[in-house]
């Protein structure tokens, strides 16, 4: 039987990730990764331009070159005949709108733009519009308040609409340059398919489409011309997850080395592309992608309204099922600041003399610890709260630290509040209606750090299944784009089979530790006292400190303009 192969690509945050797969089992015969030449811009654009506080931007040429450089790498490690390969699809962070001219040219190639913040990417965690979320908010409970439970009761800065109507307060002359907003996953399927296709699933996730209704309606009572960008600024043929969005071109096929007239699928967003991956179909346990930020993904037959999900919508997720979506804004990054801010120079001594990281360092002293022991606490915002107060105005806090506190004992806190966040996250599902028995997990932390896992595990009460170490929303996309392809070309017609025969889930369980759940029972009952203290406006403490920084920045700012 002739053997046919798929490539999945996912640009997640810091990097590009690629995998080619044979669609008879899944198995990977090779992968590749770039990094992004610019990151993510926080600070300053590549011409020098300082950027204001909350900016997270990126370059769009980063996704061409990864794109370019993962597809080449892929297929330079196989000796495969590459006639044989019959689809490709990518994923997407999100929302990460991009303005762009009738070409399809990133407004910020012209060299008219090059120096406007606004003419980039917005990155998922860009936070810099969280003004125009707030007042969206509030025209949503006026004039639309239906959409108020499909996104947690607050819309998010990270969605699409409010970072668009940052552009169009901020650099009006951004937004009437701009032919189009894309979702940079969109302008990349559409560069590589020639049409203008839009992916369902990223219309309904972060720019609150709804089937019979369209796009918010409350836009017009925002501005008149937010409004009027729907069908001009925003347009195109919705495709459904798994679909084909388009064909792959002569000229696009030359540059990435791959056959011509192959299908691409619709992109998806990163976390829900693991799904398939994960063997997950249908309702049943959920999805955690924990990476930098984490995301929870789960499908439910019914619309239960939960507090602070990203969304809940119709065909989002995986077709015919609503998909629940929330997380975490920082996660992995939450370990990564300790390291690279606070470890001391002790311990990343000992690290290197072992031959090992400084996290596998800060955990292997941290195992040593007992539930309780370090007498610290802490709240996992330092990238402000996703769900369930979805407020990214929230900043982090760690509180029990004396004269005799370890880095471990921190280490260890950050991680059991890493814990505590996403067993709140949990129980406002259950307490709305929606089960969760267990977590599919993927991403670097869940086969790097063990004693995280099993942390999680314990903390939450359930047990996880972990993937392979493989970029699973890659593996997830190359499944997708095998159900593009159908049968008639070397694919499947049914996404349970596809899965069934291409999912990466590892042999690695977690199971909770019942002799700790008392313990952390007793923590978390503490955790849920601080989170609703500083969290729901007993004390907005936290939000004054932002506004503080905020306002001598500005000052600092407009100094050296």
Known sequence: MKQTYTIGVDFGTQSARAVLCRVSDGAVLSESECPYAHGVMSDRLPCGTPLPPDYALQHPQDFLDGLHATVHGVLDQSDINRADIIGMGMDFTCSTPLPVDKAGTPLCFDPRFERNPHAYIKLWKHHAAQWEAARLT????????ELLPCVGGRLSPEAFFPKVWQVLREAPDVFDAADRFLEVGDWLTQRLTGNENLARSLATHKAQYREGVGYPPL???????????????VRGKLIDIGAVSGYLTARQAAWLGLPAGIVVTAPHPDAMASLPALGITGPGPAALAAGTSSAMI???????????TTSITLDNTLPGLYGYASGQAAFGDLLGWFVSRC????????????HISAHEELSRRAARLRPGESGLICLDWWNGNRSCLADMRLSGMLLGMTLQTRPEEIYRALMEGLGFGLRCIIDAHERAGVPIRALHVSGGISYKNPLFMQLLSNIIQRPLYISKPLPTPAVGMAILSACAAGTQKGGYDQLDEAAARMSCLSDIRYQPDASQAAAYDALYQEYIALHDYFGRGANDVMKRLRDLSAAVKEQAHAKHE
Do not use: N
């Not at 836009?219 to 600024?233: F, S, T, V």
């Not at 499908?299 to 602070?308: A, K, N, R, T």
């Open 343 to 354: 470890a001391p120079e002790e311990v990343l001594r000992a690290a290197q003399d072992a």
């Open 138 to 145: 509030e025209l949503m409970r006026e004039h639309d308040p």
């Open 219 to 233: 836009l017009r009572y925002a501005d008149p011309r937010l409004a009027g960008m729907i069908g001009a600024k």
């Open 298 to 308: 789960l499908c439910y037959s019914q619309f239960l309204p939960v507090e602070g």
